[in-house]
């Protein structure tokens, strides 16, 4: 997967290949499976976190129709001193 990542490395690819890992692992529960299924048809892509009961996804704009999620913006300007 690393190397498939490699050869196409942006967010959508990360996220498929993220998700494909939990599913082959079997490591996703099914509420976390239904969750992925919403935030798929929402957003760019979605996966589950590796710990914890926890799933991600990564959008251009924070809706959802899931209730009490945590929204976090990621930080665009590089390495910078603060």
């Not at 490395?9 to 099914?30: D, G, I, R, Y």
């Not at 589950?48 to 926890?54: E, F, H, K």
């Amino acid at each position: 997967m690393l190397n498939q990542l490699l050869r196409d490395p942006v967010p959508e690819t990360f996220l498929k290949l993220s998700k494909k890992f939990a599913v082959n692992t079997k490591l996703m529960s099914p509420e976390i499976s239904e969750i992925i299924t919403i935030l798929e048809e929402e957003t760019m892509g979605a996966s589950m976190a590796m710990l914890g009961n926890t799933a991600f996804a990564i959008s251009k704009t924070p809706e959802t129709s899931i209730e009490d999620v945590i929204v976090s913006r990621i930080d665009e300007q590089g390495c910078r001193y603060i």
